[in-house]
């Protein structure tokens, strides 16, 4: 089984070793066992169940969120020559059946949809008849109300799963999950003595800094941060749409290489901004948190939040995706106390009509607690990696790559090269 494994990673994938955890996950679902891996961002978690799902007999069907993340996911498969297929919302009534009928008949591996997909009476009609080995559950952070990205429509799949003539293995894949997160995973899909893998949170190559200051002077601080390092990828996160309008007319006026993205956006104009950045025709990216999830650009140079996010795991997802080569990287936070003002706002306009209203207090309750940890983060005086890793129950003692760290060490000089742009960072703090 380990031999058939390691044979599928070298010839399709062209990897001579598996990296760290993936092996145990891989033999584990070859095994038959259910698996719920909480991997960082870049650690290769796809690998970890495109090897099973070939050497399976049947179907593998991934839930997956987005659009972009099927699609990118779906070429790279059929570039290896893996037959995999992808069935979303973009797509019509009539594509949607053709590729069910196809899979059927050509004995697809691989089959990406929605969690909303799963319900669908033509979807159900189709699992009756095929055998379905293995079912994968990505970003499976999204199935918890405690969760950062609380998704009702991952709990009602599992009216899905019920139907189903013989239990699939099940595998569930997220990049953060606090140990709440991580009940709720195993309370909700049922997991049957599942392999439970946490490889770790640290993610050593990004350098972690918050610049502390008033509201108007943002601005002028990112553009002195931006005009520094203009030729390198970057992103910079807004927390609303009005903010990310904003600075995109600044930075095409400043001459900047730069695209924006947000869900106000027409989807075929986000799909093309989104591939511009992917392929590098523009290299500076101004977005909201609609941005993000399961793009694969292992170049991303430097994050830059204008905003505080609203709680860790959403700033730690968003960060996630500079460096994903491995690289020395950048996540830059300018935090004003404007910035708690209006995620206190989001959190009272939100609504979820699939809560109770007892559960919807708890939820509210339990934003405002998030909250407060990521201003306590934005405030912090010690080591930020140290302050983040032991939100997730993971320890680091001094890291050597944070603002605080080197400030407090005086070897900030010796960064001076490699990051000037901070030689002034927190002189509004």
Not at 192 to 219: A, Q, T
Not at 240 to 263: D, M, P
Request: overall charge positive.
């Amino acid at each position: 089984m380990q031999n058939k494994a390691k044979k599928v990673l070298k010839e399709i994938f062209g990897f001579s070793e598996f990296r760290k955890g993936q092996e145990e996950i891989v033999l584990n679902l070859l095994k038959k066992r259910d698996v719920l891996a909480i991997m960082p961002t870049g650690s290769g978690k796809s690998l970890c169940y495109y090897v099973p799902a070939i050497l399976n007999e049947g179907l593998t069907l991934v839930v997956s969120p987005l659009i972009s993340l099927m699609q990118d996911q779906v070429n790279f498969l059929r570039e290896k020559g893996v037959n995999a297929k992808q069935i979303n919302s973009s797509l019509t009534k009539g594509m949607c059946s053709k590729i069910l009928k196809d899979s059927l008949k050509n004995g697809c591996k691989i089959l990406y949809v929605a969690p909303e997909r799963l319900l669908n009476k033509t979807f159900l009609e189709f699992a009756k008849f095929m055998k379905i080995s293995m079912v994968v559950i990505d970003e499976a952070h999204c199935i918890s109300k405690w969760g950062h990205d609380f998704r009702p429509s991952y709990i009602k799949m599992f009216n899905f799963f019920n139907l189903l003539e013989k239990r699939p293995v099940f595998a569930c894949f997220t990049a953060t999950a606090t140990i709440d997160v991580r009940e709720d995973i195993l309370k909700y899909m049922k997991l049957k003595n599942p392999f439970c893998l946490v490889s770790g949170f640290n993610r050593s190559n990004l350098f972690f800094d918050v610049i502390r200051l008033e509201e108007k002077y943002k601005i002028p601080k990112l553009i002195g941060l931006i005009e520094k390092i203009k030729d390198e990828n970057v992103i910079v996160y807004c927390a609303t749409r009005a903010n990310v309008e904003k600075l995109y007319k600044i930075f095409i006026g400043n001459g900047y290489n730069a695209i924006k993205y947000h869900a106000g956006m027409r989807l075929m104009q986000r799909k093309k901004n989104q591939n511009y950045f992917l392929t590098g025709e523009k290299n500076i990216l101004i977005a909201t948190n609609a941005f993000g999830m399961g793009v694969d650009k292992k170049d991303i140079r430097y994050i830059i939040h204008f905003n505080m996010p609203q709680n860790i795991e959403n700033y730690y997802q968003e960060v996630g995706r500079a460096g994903r080569d491995n690289k020395p990287s950048f996540c830059i936070l300018l935090f004003s106390e404007y910035d708690i003002k209006i995620n206190s706002f989001f959190i009272e306009q939100t609504k979820n009509e699939e809560l109770s209203e007892n559960e919807a207090k708890k939820l509210k309750a339990k934003n405002y607690d998030g909250l407060q940890v990521m201003i306590d983060f934005c405030r912090e005086k010690g080591c930020y990696r140290k302050y983040i890793l032991k939100y997730f129950d993971e320890e680091v003692e001094f890291c050597g790559n944070c603002g605080n760290c080197l400030r407090k060490a005086n070897r900030f000089k010796f960064f001076k090269k490699i990051f000037n742009i901070l030689k002034r960072g927190n002189k509004n703090g």
